[in-house]
């Protein structure tokens, strides 16, 4: 026991007494060996050097060869790496060299560097802390697929399927804050590629964003006061499309802002995600978006922009199917101020502005229009469009745009389904438009101007709201060109527009709050050069230099026009009856099926009128009404003229008196004076009117008497006075028809001449100074389509003078005859071929002519005027042809050859114009002749043109002794004009005179 202690105390006092133990003995070896495998410093240091071999050596290793099975097991990639490197004291991972092809083997990933640095420290918090993120030079190819799956996706769904499990118990939703803590000190994407390839379209596409930057900063997924992160986005997409997104954001509580633009993207890309939607074809264009922005999260989303622009550059579409031609271009749209609130549910536009804005439009043959045409088949069904109705709720969405500028921009229209196509275009247009939002019954203020492109420009100026619909503007179209519209005169009529051009300027409001749609237009109108003819047709039918209307008062509903002046300045009129009886002015009407609504203004079921109009004062100036009727032989040709005179009252309202008075000249002598009161038009009121006319050459009527009472007039006037009373459709008139002087031509075979001595009957009626005094009353309804008055008056004077000839002894009377003299010296006058103008030096004989009527008072001389059909008619075809292709003395002789040949091209082709020239020296006069010659070979003029100018030679020369030698009209008479009068060896055409003395 004792001995126990003892050892014990010694192994105590030994071990106590270790450092005493002399060093190099064996049992000073031993103790060391335990002290040092007994230490804790030894466990530490083999713990750090294993800690540090699995770090450096093993985690890099097992990472090597597990991360190509696992990409293989669970996505089925092949995959490479380079390297990977761990250092487990900093607490980083480095693999640079990755590569992974899909199972396609097609690259689907691949970087040159991934960088981890995990923040140690913050663990110990209870925060996942990264201290630095860093990828460089990635590349991504990101498929978007027939099903709209993407090959991420896919490739993990083919390795990954779905095991079905029994339905586990719903998990206990977290507690707010439970998430793990997350930090981010810097993550870093540089140099990447992402290649994004869509096949969910008809036509697969890809897209290439390279380079792609990103960076991020200081992110953590709890709440922090005061501090946010910083992130950063930049890439490029394509040749052109950049983009950039910057800002700050916080994760708890969720808040983001910052700035985002994305700017030229390009109209390729725009395209491709359009084409099943849109469907147009985009040719060519760019757009840039940007906008400052914040994101806030909380009880709900909120998103705010502010500042937002969006810019449209070159912009280019076209309709598919029309040959990729561009029907709409843009230069450029700028939105600017674009501001939205998720929030307040509102957004909205400080302005847009639109430059350079050109479409064309056009309804085809089919009455389709073109930009509807492919939306046809874009169209939902009414199930589909029943079944999407209501879809969205847009209640309480507030929007506005301050501000719409349009301009230099142009609108082209082409309308195909009418016989001759239509072109009409807008161009210079600019149009404003102020504040519009949802608030659909506010005034929105708007002015407007543009420029037609064939002639004329608009203006309008007011304010409009769209619902209810109202509209007020000043409207103005000043000198539009009414030629361009002729196509659409067209399909109700057979008139051709050779010039006119319409003034108006007013003010429009229109109020669609009632139906139907109230509206009032006061301003004045003025139409001005008008020219129109016939189609097929050389000759003119209707123009005027002035039509001037104000002021001019007009009410939609009901319907009234009311009108303070019309003034109609230098008037003219050509009607003609063709050899088929037929008149120029029934063609005017294009044939077709009557239509059963009743006309404007006419009465409806017996009440009111359809439209309600009132004329104040209606002013002519200057008119003129030609007639020409070719189905009598000769030719009957006359012309009203010099009508001036007013019309006041005119209405279809009764109770209404007007009053009418004009005053003219017809042919050269003749007068007429038309006055009388007028009641309401289209009623039962009575309208009386008194015309009277004097001094009308016979001559003129000679082909009138030719056919019905088988004789040429050769000399002789007209006087007329006639009344009529007018009440309803029934017409009573008093015609008074005074012959003075007439005397007979030659005899005419005719077959609806009078069976009759006529010579004898018209003497009988003759009074002593040789004056036929005849009263014709006439009465009956103007809705007779037999009854006409000028047809029933002639029919009752032929019938006198039946009656003259058959009871001679009742209507006896005395005859004054005639002698002539004559001076064969004085008897012939020249006139320059194809003119009214006398060869110069004739005029000495009219001087001496004058001078012996002048001391012979009881002379009368007898002017016939007369033309060589040989020599007049070679330069009459002349001028027809030189009017036709617009030949003048201000062109020189190159020009008019350049005409010349173009009409013989057009008439006779151009291989035929080359053969003729090939016949043709090269003397540019020479050619000339030779052109005119050949296009006037087989040229027919009017059958009336020889008696035209016949008469106009005999007229002028009556007009010429009446005005500059005051030779009184009594001793000058027009005789019927000479058609096949002889010329002198000059080619000057002979006029002779013929004296006659009366008794």
Same mark, same amino acid.
């Given at each position: 026991?004792?001995?126990?202690?003892?050892?014990?105390?010694?192994?105590?006092?030994?071990?106590?007494?270790?450092?005493?133990?002399?060093?190099?003995?064996?049992?000073?070896?031993?103790?060391?060996?335990?002290?040092?495998?007994?230490?804790?410093?030894?466990?530490?240091?083999?713990?750090?050097?294993?800690?540090?071999?699995?770090?450096?050596?093993?985690?890099?290793?097992?990472?090597?060869?597990?991360?190509?099975?696992?990409?293989?097991?669970?996505?089925?990639?092949?995959?490479?790496?380079?390297?990977?490197?761990?250092?487990?004291?900093?607490?980083?991972?480095?693999?640079?060299?990755?590569?992974?092809?899909?199972?396609?083997?097609?690259?689907?990933?691949?970087?040159?560097?991934?960088?981890?640095?995990?923040?140690?420290?913050?663990?110990?918090?209870?925060?996942?802390?990264?201290?630095?993120?860093?990828?460089?030079?990635?590349?991504?190819?990101?498929?978007?697929?027939?099903?709209?799956?993407?090959?991420?996706?896919?490739?993990?769904?083919?390795?990954?399927?779905?095991?079905?499990?029994?339905?586990?118990?719903?998990?206990?939703?977290?507690?707010?804050?439970?998430?793990?803590?997350?930090?981010?000190?810097?993550?870093?994407?540089?140099?990447?590629?992402?290649?994004?390839?869509?096949?969910?379209?008809?036509?697969?596409?890809?897209?290439?964003?390279?380079?792609?930057?990103?960076?991020?900063?200081?992110?953590?997924?709890?709440?922090?006061?005061?501090?946010?992160?910083?992130?950063?986005?930049?890439?490029?997409?394509?040749?052109?499309?950049?983009?950039?997104?910057?800002?700050?954001?916080?994760?708890?509580?969720?808040?983001?802002?910052?700035?985002?633009?994305?700017?030229?993207?390009?109209?390729?890309?725009?395209?491709?995600?359009?084409?099943?939607?849109?469907?147009?074809?985009?040719?060519?264009?760019?757009?840039?978006?940007?906008? /400052?922005?914040?994101?806030?999260?909380?009880?709900?989303?909120?998103?705010?922009?502010?500042?937002?622009?969006?810019?449209?550059?070159?912009?280019?579409?076209?309709?598919?199917?029309?040959?990729?031609?561009?029907?709409?271009?843009?230069?450029?749209?700028?939105?600017?101020?674009?501001?939205?609130?998720?929030?307040?549910?509102?957004?909205?536009?400080?302005?847009?502005?639109?430059?350079?804005?050109?479409?064309?439009?056009?309804?085809?043959?089919?009455?389709?229009?073109?930009?509807?045409?492919?939306?046809?088949?874009?169209?939902?069904?009414?199930?589909?469009?029943?079944?999407?109705?209501?879809?969205?709720?847009?209640?309480?969405?507030?929007?506005?745009?301050?501000?719409?500028?349009?301009?230099?921009?142009?609108?082209?229209?082409?309308?195909?389904?009418?016989?001759?196509?239509?072109?009409?275009?807008?161009?210079?247009?600019?149009?404003?438009?102020?504040?519009?939002?949802?608030?659909?019954?506010?005034?929105?203020?708007?002015?407007?101007?543009?420029?037609?492109?064939?002639?004329?420009?608009?203006?309008?100026?007011?304010?409009?709201?769209?619902?209810?619909?109202?509209?007020?503007?000043?409207?103005?179209?000043?000198?539009?060109?009414?030629?361009?519209?002729?196509?659409?005169?067209?399909?109700?009529?057979?008139?051709?527009?050779?010039?006119?051009?319409?003034?108006?300027?007013?003010?429009?409001?229109?109020?669609?709050?009632?139906?139907?749609?109230?509206?009032?237009?006061?301003?004045?109108?003025?139409?001005?050069?008008?020219?129109?003819?016939?189609?097929?047709?050389?000759?003119?039918?209707?123009?005027?230099?002035?039509?001037?209307?104000?002021?001019?008062?007009?009410?939609?509903?009901?319907?009234?026009?009311?009108?303070?002046?019309?003034?109609?300045?230098?008037?003219?009129?050509?009607?003609?009856?063709?050899?088929?009886?037929?008149?120029?002015?029934?063609?005017?009407?294009?044939?077709?099926?009557?239509?059963?609504?009743?006309?404007?203004?006419?009465?409806?079921?017996?009440?009111?009128?359809?439209?309600?109009?009132?004329?104040?004062?209606?002013?002519?100036?200057?008119?003129?009404?030609?007639?020409?009727?070719?189905?009598?032989?000769?030719?009957?040709?006359?012309?009203?003229?010099?009508?001036?005179?007013?019309?006041?009252?005119?209405?279809?309202?009764?109770?209404?008196?007007?009053?009418?008075?004009?005053?003219?000249?017809?042919?050269?002598?003749?007068?007429?004076?038309?006055?009388?009161?007028?009641?309401?038009?289209?009623?039962?009121?009575?309208?009386?009117?008194?015309?009277?006319?004097?001094?009308?050459?016979?001559?003129?009527?000679?082909?009138?008497?030719?056919?019905?009472?088988?004789?040429?007039?050769?000399?002789?006037?007209?006087?007329?006075?006639?009344?009529?009373?007018?009440?309803?459709?029934?017409?009573?008139?008093?015609?008074?028809?005074?012959?003075?002087?007439?005397?007979?031509?030659?005899?005419?075979?005719?077959?609806?001449?009078?069976?009759?001595?006529?010579?004898?009957?018209?003497?009988?009626?003759? /009074?002593?100074?040789?004056?036929?005094?005849?009263?014709?009353?006439?009465?009956?309804?103007?809705?007779?389509?037999?009854?006409?008055?000028?047809?029933?008056?002639?029919?009752?004077?032929?019938?006198?003078?039946?009656?003259?000839?058959?009871?001679?002894?009742?209507?006896?009377?005395?005859?004054?005859?005639?002698?002539?003299?004559?001076?064969?010296?004085?008897?012939?006058?020249?006139?320059?071929?194809?003119?009214?103008?006398?060869?110069?030096?004739?005029?000495?004989?009219?001087?001496?002519?004058?001078?012996?009527?002048?001391?012979?008072?009881?002379?009368?001389?007898?002017?016939?005027?007369?033309?060589?059909?040989?020599?007049?008619?070679?330069?009459?075809?002349?001028?027809?042809?030189?009017?036709?292709?617009?030949?003048?003395?201000?062109?020189?002789?190159?020009?008019?050859?350049?005409?010349?040949?173009?009409?013989?091209?057009?008439?006779?082709?151009?291989?035929?114009?080359?053969?003729?020239?090939?016949?043709?020296? /090269?003397?540019?006069?020479?050619?000339?002749?030779?052109?005119?010659?050949?296009?006037?070979?087989?040229?027919?003029?009017?059958?009336?043109?020889?008696?035209?100018?016949?008469?106009?030679?005999?007229?002028?020369?009556?007009?010429?002794?009446?005005?500059?030698?005051?030779?009184?009209?009594?001793?000058?008479?027009?005789?019927?004009?000479?058609?096949?009068?002889?010329?002198?060896?000059?080619?000057?055409?002979?006029?002779?005179?013929?004296? /006659?003395?009366?008794?």
């Amino acid at each position: 026991m004792q001995a126990g202690k003892w050892e014990s105390a010694v192994a105590k006092q030994g071990e106590e007494s270790q450092g005493d133990v002399q060093p190099g003995s064996a049992k000073a070896k031993q103790d060391t060996v335990k002290a040092v495998y007994k230490r804790g410093w030894f466990w530490a240091a083999l713990v750090v050097v294993l800690y540090a071999l699995a770090g450096f050596a093993g985690l890099p290793w097992w990472l090597e060869r597990n991360l190509p099975t696992q990409a293989q097991q669970y996505m089925g990639w092949q995959t490479t790496v380079e390297n990977i490197s761990v250092n487990p004291f900093a607490m980083t991972v480095e693999v640079t060299g990755l590569a992974a092809q899909d199972a396609n083997a097609e690259p689907v990933l691949a970087f040159d560097r991934f960088y981890v640095d995990l923040g140690f420290w913050q663990l110990v918090t209870g925060v996942v802390a990264f201290d630095t993120i860093e990828l460089v030079e990635p590349n991504i190819r990101l498929d978007l697929l027939e099903d709209y799956n993407v090959n991420f996706a896919r490739d993990w769904q083919a390795h990954n399927p779905v095991v079905d499990e029994p339905d586990a118990a719903p998990a206990e939703p977290e507690e707010a804050g439970s998430g793990p803590k997350i930090y981010l000190g810097k993550l870093q994407i540089s140099g990447g590629e992402l290649m994004f390839r869509d096949f969910s379209m008809a036509q697969p596409e890809s897209f290439s964003i390279s380079p792609l930057d990103f960076g991020i900063s200081d992110l953590a997924t709890y709440s922090r006061d005061g501090s946010n992160s910083n992130y950063s986005l930049e890439g490029a997409l394509g040749e052109k499309t950049t983009f950039s997104w910057a800002g700050s954001l916080s994760v708890s509580p969720l808040h983001s802002s910052g700035h985002l633009r994305i700017a030229d993207i390009d109209s390729a890309i725009i395209a491709h995600f359009i084409q099943e939607v849109m469907p147009y074809s985009l040719q060519s264009g760019s757009v840039t978006l940007e906008s /400052d922005y914040e994101l806030l999260g909380g009880d709900g989303i909120s998103l705010i922009t502010r500042d937002g622009t969006l810019g449209i550059r070159a912009l280019a579409l076209a309709i598919a199917g029309d040959d990729d031609t561009p029907q709409l271009s843009i230069n450029r749209v700028d939105v600017s101020g674009i501001n939205f609130s998720l929030r307040e549910h509102y957004a909205g536009i400080a302005k847009v502005a639109v430059d350079g804005l050109q479409v064309s439009a056009v309804k085809g043959a089919d009455g389709e229009l073109n930009w509807l045409r492919p939306l046809a088949a874009a169209t939902p069904s009414a199930a589909e469009a029943d079944g999407e109705a209501g879809t969205g709720d847009g209640a309480g969405f507030r929007w506005s745009v301050d501000e719409i500028a349009v301009s230099g921009s142009q609108v082209q229209w082409r309308d195909e389904q009418l016989d001759t196509p239509v072109d009409l275009a807008l161009q210079g247009i600019d149009l404003s438009i102020g504040k519009l939002s949802q608030q659909f019954e506010e005034p929105v203020p708007y002015e407007l101007a543009a420029n037609l492109v064939a002639g004329g420009n608009l203006r309008a100026r007011g304010q409009a709201t769209l619902v209810p619909f109202t509209l007020e503007t000043a409207l103005s179209a000043n000198e539009v060109v009414l030629g361009q519209f002729e196509p659409y005169v067209q399909m109700a009529t057979n008139l051709v527009i050779r010039d006119g051009r319409l003034t108006v300027d007013g003010e429009l409001d229109l109020d669609g709050q009632k139906d139907p749609m109230t509206g009032t237009f006061s301003g004045t109108g003025e139409l001005k050069a008008l020219d129109l003819g016939l189609k097929d047709d050389d000759e003119p039918l209707l123009g005027w230099q002035t039509l001037q209307l104000a002021p001019i008062e007009y009410n939609l509903s009901p319907a009234r026009l009311e009108i303070g002046t019309v003034t109609l300045s230098a008037p003219r009129v050509q009607v003609t009856k063709n050899e088929d009886g037929d008149e120029n002015v029934s063609r005017i009407a294009r044939v077709g099926e009557a239509s059963a609504a009743p006309e404007e203004g006419e009465a409806e079921d017996g009440g009111e009128p359809g439209m309600i109009f009132r004329i104040g004062e209606f002013v002519l100036q200057d008119g003129a009404v030609s007639y020409t009727d070719r189905n009598i032989t000769p030719t009957f040709a006359t012309r009203v003229h010099e009508l001036n005179g007013t019309v006041t009252g005119l209405s279809n309202i009764a109770p209404q008196q007007g009053s009418v008075a004009i005053k003219g000249r017809i042919g050269e002598l003749g007068r007429v004076d038309f006055g009388g009161s007028l009641g309401a038009l289209g009623g039962e009121d009575t309208t009386e009117l008194k015309l009277d006319l004097s001094q009308l050459s016979l001559p003129t009527l000679s082909p009138y008497f030719g056919r019905y009472v088988g004789y040429n007039v050769d000399s002789g006037k007209l006087n007329l006075d006639l009344t009529y009373q007018i009440t309803g459709e029934h017409i009573k008139a008093e015609n008074l028809v005074i012959l003075d002087q007439l005397e007979l031509g030659q005899e005419v075979d005719s077959e609806d001449a009078v069976n009759a001595p006529v010579e004898l009957g018209l003497a009988l009626l003759r /009074d002593r100074d040789g004056v036929i005094e005849v009263d014709l009353p006439v009465e009956g309804d103007l809705n007779d389509p037999e009854f006409r008055v000028g047809r029933v008056v002639a029919r009752a004077f032929v019938n006198l003078l039946v009656k003259a000839a058959a009871s001679p002894f009742s209507m006896l009377g005395s005859m004054a005859e005639l002698a002539g003299l004559s001076a064969e010296e004085l008897g012939t006058v020249y006139f320059e071929a194809g003119s009214e103008d006398l060869v110069a030096g004739e005029e000495e004989k009219l001087s001496a002519l004058a001078q012996a009527l002048q001391e012979r008072s009881e002379l009368v001389l007898n002017i016939r005027g007369a033309v060589s059909q040989e020599l007049d008619g070679l330069v009459l075809k002349q001028q027809v042809l030189a009017r036709r292709i617009g030949l003048n003395g201000e062109l020189v002789t190159s020009e008019r050859i350049d005409r010349l040949e173009g009409e013989y091209r057009r008439v006779n082709g151009s291989d035929a114009l080359e053969v003729m020239r090939s016949e043709q020296g /090269d003397n540019p006069q020479d050619w000339e002749i030779a052109l005119v010659k050949a296009l006037t070979q087989d040229l027919n003029l009017p059958p009336e043109a020889f008696g035209n100018l016949a008469l106009a030679r005999g007229q002028g020369l009556q007009r010429q002794l009446l005005q500059q030698y005051e030779i009184p009209p009594d001793q000058l008479f027009l005789r019927d004009p000479q058609l096949n009068a002889s010329g002198n060896e000059d080619g000057e055409v002979a006029v002779q005179f013929t004296l /006659d003395a009366r008794s």
